[in-house]
C-alpha cells in the first residue's frame, strides 16, 4: 500500500511569485484535504476536495487554490506569495471526509 | 467556536516512566478525535483515531481514551523510550469536514 506523497519537500520562492504544491493520495483514497503549519503552531485547514469538487474551504484567502484529478492526487496553488506563506504545507488523504487522515511528509515553502 | 488545547507545552520525563498527554476539546458534539506524532521537520504520523462512540484505543504501548462529557482526551504511553521523543498533536472532527488540532505537546525522554 503506497502511502501519501508531497513534491517538492523543499522549495524557496520570491514574494509576489507563484508556487504549486503536489499530493499524491493513498491507495483507495478519494478525499484530499490540505494543511498549513506555521512553525510551532498546529496545522489550520486550507481546503478539502472530495472526488475532483471542493468539499469544504477554511479561512485563506482566493489566491490560495486547489485541483484534484481523477486518479485522486491534488495541487494546491498560492498566487502573489507573501512572506507570512512561509510555512510546512501538508496533504491528508482520508477514505472520507471525516474518516482516518493520513499525511504526507509535508513541503517546506520558504518565501524571501 | 470549536477548539483543541495541549497542555503542557513542553514536557520531558526519564526513560522507562509512563506518561500521559493530555487533551480538552470545546464541543462535546465531537465526532472523532486522532493522535498524531510529528518529528521535527517531517509530516504527521497517525497514532490513533477514537470514534465518538468509543472510550479508549490501544496500540501497543499507546492508549488513548475519549470522554466527551468532560471534553477531555489522555494519550497514555507506557515504558517511554528515547525514541518517543517528538510532538505529539491531538485533532477533532466536529462534524464537518476539517481537522481541528491543538498546538502540541513536545515530548521530551532522557535516557
Known amino acids: 500500500e503506497t502511502g501519501v506523497t508531497q513534491s517538492p519537500t523543499h522549495l524557496i520562492k520570491t514574494r509576489g511569485q507563484q508556487v504549486t504544491l503536489r499530493c499524491s493520495s493513498q491507495s483507495g483514497h478519494n478525499t484530499v484535504s490540505w494543511y498549513q503549519q506555521a512553525l510551532g503552531q498546529g496545522p489550520q485547514f486550507i481546503f478539502q476536495y472530495y472526488r475532483e469538487e471542493e468539499n469544504g474551504r477554511g479561512n485563506f484567502p482566493p489566491r490560495f487554490s486547489g485541483l484534484q484529478f481523477p486518479n485522486y492526487s491534488s495541487e494546491l496553488n498560492v498566487n502573489a506569495l507573501e512572506l507570512d506563506d512561509s510555512a510546512l504545507y501538508l496533504c491528508a488523504s482520508s477514505l472520507a471526509a471525516v474518516t482516518e487522515a493520513f499525511f504526507g511528509q509535508g513541503t517546506r515553502l520558504t518565501v524571501v | 467556536k470549536q477548539e483543541v488545547t495541549q497542555i503542557p507545552a513542553a514536557l520531558s520525563v526519564p526513560e522507562g516512566e509512563n506518561l500521559v498527554l493530555n487533551c480538552s476539546f470545546t464541543d462535546s458534539a465531537i465526532y472523532n478525535l486522532q493522535w498524531f506524532r510529528q518529528d521535527p521537520g517531517k509530516g504527521l504520523t497517525s497514532l490513533l483515531l477514537i470514534q465518538s462512540s468509543q472510550r479508549e484505543q490501544t496500540s501497543g504501548r499507546l492508549n488513548a481514551s475519549l470522554d466527551k462529557s468532560s471534553g477531555r482526551s489522555t494519550l497514555y504511553i507506557a515504558a517511554s523510550q528515547p525514541g518517543d521523543s517528538a510532538t505529539y498533536l491531538c485533532?477533532?472532527?466536529?462534524?464537518?469536514?476539517?481537522?481541528?488540532f491543538g498546538t502540541g505537546t513536545r515530548l521530551t525522554i532522557i535516557p
Open positions: 485533532a477533532a472532527y466536529f462534524g464537518n469536514e476539517k481537522l481541528t
